[in-house]
T-cell receptor, first 112, second 112 residues
Framework: GDSVTQMEGPVTLSEEAFLTINCTYTATGYPSLFWYVQYPGEGLQLLLKATKADDKGSNKGFEATYRKETTSFHLEKGSVQVSDSAVYFC???????????FGKGITLSVRP | DSGVTQTPKHLITATGQRVTLRCSPRSGDLSVYWYQQSLDQGLQFLIQYYNGEERAKGNILERFSAQQFPDLHSELNLSSLELGDSALYFCASSVGGNSPLHFGNGTRLTVT
């Protein structure tokens, strides 16, 4: 089955800093890849997705590119805000109507 | 608001007891997924239903069971509760195919 590995956290950045959160995957087929965000006390929200190699997902200033050659889907943002403080999960899904497999998640704290 | 409703939000119970968690999926979504989130295990997939039928099973204990009813809402039953069952339980729904999962805000279960 699929597995997803995220970099260890937590991550603390100053406002307007550049963000990179690493994510790599293993899968037997051709997975779709996702980033979800969890704000305190809330459920997971879809941040962005990519369904095939070289696709770039983007939303709210965040971007991630599906790199098949390195089996990676790193999340980036050019200038983080305090409101971006949350837990970020990378996930993969192989096959239609199948489950999501999540990485362990990483906590991002952005200080003013 | 994801459109997925979970009740109750919080549940405190004693070891050995049985509880039922309820999930109402987004209107039109046929698939329901249950996940357990704990600090040490991260997000673990428990079970998936599609249009009333069990579709996939993950790391679900024998003490746990679930079902999806004709109106598509789902219930997760946890019995003979142990301290280690304390966690956040999330329900997610999807219309099917490759559409993303939409998560509820979770039920926080505390076993004392």
């Amino acid at each position: 089955g699929d597995s997803v590995t995220q970099m260890e956290g937590p991550v603390t950045l100053s406002e307007e800093a550049f963000l990179t959160i690493n994510c790599t995957y293993t899968a037997t087929g051709y997975p779709s890849l996702f980033w979800y965000v969890q704000y305190p006390g809330e459920g997971l929200q879809l941040l962005l997705k990519a369904t095939k190699a070289d696709d770039k997902g983007s939303n709210k200033g965040f971007e991630a590119t599906y790199r098949k050659e390195t089996t990676s889907f790193h999340l980036e943002k050019g200038s983080v805000q305090v409101s971006d403080s949350a837990v970020y999960f990378c996930a993969s899904r192989t096959g239609a109507n199948s489950k999501l497999t999540f990485g362990k998640g990483i906590t991002l704290s952005v200080r003013p | 608001d994801s459109g997925v409703t979970q009740t109750p939000k919080h549940l405190i119970t004693a070891t050995g007891q049985r509880v039922t968690l309820r999930c109402s999926p987004r209107s039109g979504d046929l698939s329901v997924y249950w996940y357990q989130q704990s600090l040490d295990q991260g997000l673990q997939f428990l079970i998936q239903y599609y249009n009333g039928e069990e579709r996939a099973k993950g790391n679900i204990l024998e003490r746990f069971s679930a079902q999806q009813f004709p109106d598509l809402h789902s219930e997760l039953n946890l019995s003979s509760l142990e301290l280690g069952d304390s966690a956040l339980y999330f329900c997610a729904s999807s219309v099917g195919g490759n559409s993303p999962l939409h998560f509820g805000n979770g039920t926080r279960l505390t076993v004392t």
